[in-house]
T-cell receptor, first 113, second 114 residues
Framework: NAGVTQTPKFRVLKTGQSMTLLCAQD?????MYWYRQDPGMGLRLIHY???????AKGEVPDGYNVSRLKKQNFLLGLESAAPSQTSVYFC????????????FGEGSRLTVL | GNSVTQMEGPVTLSEEAFLTINCTYT??????LFWYVQYPGEGLQLLLK?????DKGSNKGFEATYRKETTSFHLEKGSVQVSDSAVYFC?????????????FGQGTILTVHP
């Protein structure tokens, strides 16, 4: 029972490099989210998607892009990485409507040198 | 906008001690409230939730009551175990068209010693 799977789990980048984080869920959830976790700041929403082909900005979207070409996948891209993007990134998903539980991946730790 | 404030941590307790982690919130309307737990090296998982005033969420010996008059959702457990060591996050989901987005508190690190 995979749930929400994130790849890669660890990555080190140099300033200016680009990369993509992949999130895949096998629960047929409509909504998907990307959060970043920084010490003392909790989780902050970067971007989210309410369905295939749709994306929207969250609280801290600058420097990131996302795509949701398939319902089960939600990609987070960094076009030109900066040290301020050093963080742990979490993907989450849930069903639409009601007060459904968010299901989280195990996180991806990104370090930008 | 919405916000969630948790008590400052970290919290260190001995096994079987009583636990309280304070959480207060600011929101428009009638939010749903959640506690999530993050064990070392893992993602967050739902611990308990409450969707309306005076509701009590409970799970694994943890409890929290939705208090609209004090805008609070404090987490309690009568007797903690070493296995409860984790980071605890309070969160809210606005009742409006928020598409399930959660606003999180900063997290409270709990360490329980034998």
């Amino acid at each position: 029972n995979a749930g929400v799977t994130q790849t890669p789990k660890f990555r080190v980048l140099k300033t200016g490099q680009s990369m993509t984080l992949l999130c895949a869920q096998d629960m047929n959830h409509e909504y998907m989210y990307w959060y970043r976790q920084d010490p003392g700041m909790g989780l902050r929403l970067i971007h989210y998607s309410v369905g295939e082909g749709t994306t929207a900005k969250g609280e801290v979207p600058d420097g990131y892009n996302v795509s949701r070409l398939k319902k089960q996948n939600f990609l987070l891209g960094l076009e030109s990485a900066a040290p301020s993007q050093t963080s742990v990134y979490f993907c989450a998903s849930r069903t639409s409507g009601g007060t459904g539980e968010l299901f989280f991946g195990e996180g991806s730790r990104l370090t930008v040198l | 906008g919405n916000s969630v404030t948790q008590m400052e941590g970290p919290v260190t307790l001995s096994e079987e001690a009583f636990l309280t982690i304070n959480c207060t919130y600011t929101a428009t309307g009638y939010p749903s409230l959640f506690w999530y737990v993050q064990y070392p090296g893992e993602g967050l998982q739902l611990l308990l939730k409450a969707t309306k005033a005076d509701d009590k969420g409970s799970n694994k010996g943890f409890e929290a009551t939705y208090r609209k008059e004090t805008t609070s959702f404090h987490l309690e457990k009568g007797s903690v175990q070493v296995s409860d060591s984790a980071v605890y996050f309070c969160a809210l989901s606005d009742s409006g068209t928020s598409y399930g987005k959660l606003t999180f508190g900063q997290g409270t690190i709990l360490t329980v010693h034998p």
